[in-house]
């Protein structure tokens, strides 16, 4: 693990194998997820991995009616809209997400703050297998 | 602190000139272009030989995924009689125009060129909205987009968080757009110049001519609240939050100060240019304001000398109306977290204290991205020189107004003020 570059590529792999992956500087100890290469605090570019444990709170969100192709193919519309959103983790990053589970149809009804836990959205298979961070909630 | 930074020496704007912004099924970037172009020229009001311009900059961002053709410098520079002249094309999304404007400040003060045009364009309405929203996208955050994020979605989301924190409602983002709208109605360029109530009346008239149920509503704030006329696009940002799809072209002649009487003795004095760069979402130190907003404006205001309270007007760039209530925060107008009030209190309305959008802004004036950036300093060149109709600011001695463009989600952000001495 400790070989992979610190990258969203790498950030990817690590989705695919339920991990939800950040870098941590070692000489500043500033937390970065996704992970960068360059530590934009201190500018140290010695790194190391550090696995989150998938809770936070949502920060931000937005139920969208009208998405780009790739949520349309998963049967997204006006009539079943999906929510994405900004999560604070609880190890103190932010992060993009979907936000599965919330009554999409009723957007007023959802509240800033709710806790909620990180899942795994994955798509297709083997080698072509791409995943999808998500949250619900807790 | 930001660093004063100056000129190395001064730049004025002498003519202006843009196409009206609107969908254009038989007209192309050139055609539109061309348009501006005739219209700067007899703006000059001492005239202009064009043989004398030395160098052109165009803004332009998605024409090479929708016309499939990315090398616009020289083709405009051929199509005004320019080549061999230097053509450059800018691109900073949505923010293309003002990089093209600075490049041409940059040029002129640096004394390499005595008259530059600076200009945008963009082509956008000839392809399907799902392929614009494609194209628009290439402005994207990739974490944002990845997980699902459109262009409404970021701006719903700051939405989500401004309203959390602040006690803002929809009721309030709905006070934008209707004020844009009565500006809009006053601009003969805007494509929708019609206030909330006219576009009422139309869909009244339109289901009584189809024998439809004919929608009864009070007021515009009771039509927007009904989804039937204004609906969902990414919570809480509805259809009448977006600025439309639209093609168009701006431009701007920049001369030497020292030479602008030549032109016009009655120019427009560059005294504050800034930009800024930004982050997604997740990585922004807040989620309801820009650092490259407030970036750009400690560029410009440092520059100029001046504070948010010397700026007498702004066109601010309101892709979604939640964006304009950022903008007139982050620049300062406002306290952060008071914008929502101020423009329900009316203090940006066209005869307000602080006059925000008067042209109509992006809701309404229209958005071909590319020129978005030339097209709001066009709204505050006509301003400060009196020629802006029946939608002229009724202040006494109109001289300093700003423009604040935006790409992306905050990617890039500029500002830029302009003095009439």
């Known amino acids: 693990m400790e070989a992979k570059p610190f990258s969203d590529i790498s950030y990817e792999q690590f989705l695919n194998e339920d991990k939800l992956m950040g870098s941590r500087c070692k000489k500043c100890g500033a937390l970065f997820v996704p992970p960068r290469s360059i530590c934009i605090k201190c500018y140290g570019s010695e790194m190391e991995w550090v696995e989150m444990k998938g809770k936070g709170k949502l920060a931000a969100f937005t139920v969208i009616s009208i998405g780009p192709p790739f949520m349309m193919e998963e049967g997204y519309d006006r009539k079943n809209p999906y929510c994405s959103g900004v999560v604070d983790l609880e190890e103190g990053a932010r992060v993009d997400a979907r936000i599965e589970g919330l009554d999409t149809t009723k957007p007023e009804t959802i509240r800033i703050g709710i806790p909620l836990t990180a899942q795994f959205l994955h798509r297709g298979e083997g080698e072509k297998m791409t995943t999808f961070l998500a949250f619900k909630p807790s | ?421």
């Open chain 2, 1 to 421: 602190m930001q660093k004063k930074r100056k000129l190395g020496r001064g730049v004025a704007v002498v003519g202006a000139g843009m196409s009206k912004f609107a969908m254009y099924p038989d007209k192309d970037s050139k055609d539109l272009f061309a348009e501006a172009f005739n219209e700067m020229r007899s703006s000059v009001d001492k005239g202009l030989e064009p043989n004398d311009i030395d160098a052109l900059y165009v803004g332009n961002f998605t024409n090479d995924f929708f016309m499939h053709q990315g090398h616009w410098g020289p083709i405009i520079s051929d199509l005004i009689g320019l080549a061999p002249k230097p053509a450059t094309r800018t691109e900073g999304a949505c923010a293309a125009s003002a990089l093209a404007f600075r490049e041409g400040v940059f040029a002129i003060a640096s004394g390499f060129y005595d008259i530059v045009l600076v200009s945008g364009v963009e082509e956008m309405s000839k392809r399907p909205t799902a392929e614009v929203t494609e194209g628009l996208a290439l402005a994207s955050v990739p974490y944002e987009s990845r997980v699902g994020f459109t262009f409404p979605g970021v701006f719903g989301a700051i939405a989500t968080d401004y309203f959390a924190k602040y006690g803002a409602t929809r009721d309030h983002l709905m006070n934008v757009t209707i004020k844009s709208h009565n500006n809009a109605r006053l601009n003969p360029k805007a494509q929708f110049n019609m206030t909330i109530s006219d576009l009422m009346k139309a869909r009244i008239e339109r289901a009584k001519k189809k024998g439809e149920p004919v929608p009864e509503w009070k007021d515009e704030k009771e039509a927007l609240w009904d989804p039937r006329f204004n609906p969902q696009v990414a919570w809480p940002m509805y259809l009448y939050d977006c600025c439309p799809i639209s093609d168009g072209a701006a431009c701007m002649l920049l001369v030497a100060e020292e030479i602008a009487k030549n032109f016009t003795d009655n120019p427009l004095h560059v005294i504050g240019i800034g930009q800024g760069s930004g982050r997604g979402l997740h990585a922004a130190p807040s989620l309801t304001s820009f650092e490259a907003n407030k970036n750009a404006a400690a560029e410009a205001y440092g520059m100029s000398g001046l504070t948010p309270k010397d700026i007498q007007f702004a066109e601010v760039h309101d892709c979604f109306s939640m964006a304009e209530l950022i903008h007139i925060e982050d620049l300062g107008f406002f306290e952060e977290g008071t914008g929502f009030k101020a423009v329900e209190e009316g203090l940006t309305r066209l005869d307000g204290p602080m006059p925000i959008n008067t042209s109509g802004g992006l809701k309404c004036k229209g958005h071909p991205v590319g020129a978005t950036g030339i097209g709001q300093l066009i709204e505050v060149w006509k301003q400060l020189r009196g020629e802006a109709g029946e939608r002229q600011i009724p202040k006494k001695d109109l001289h300093i107004g700003a423009a604040q463009n935006l790409g992306g989600t905050g990617g890039t952000c500029t500002v830029t003020i302009l003095e009439r001495r």
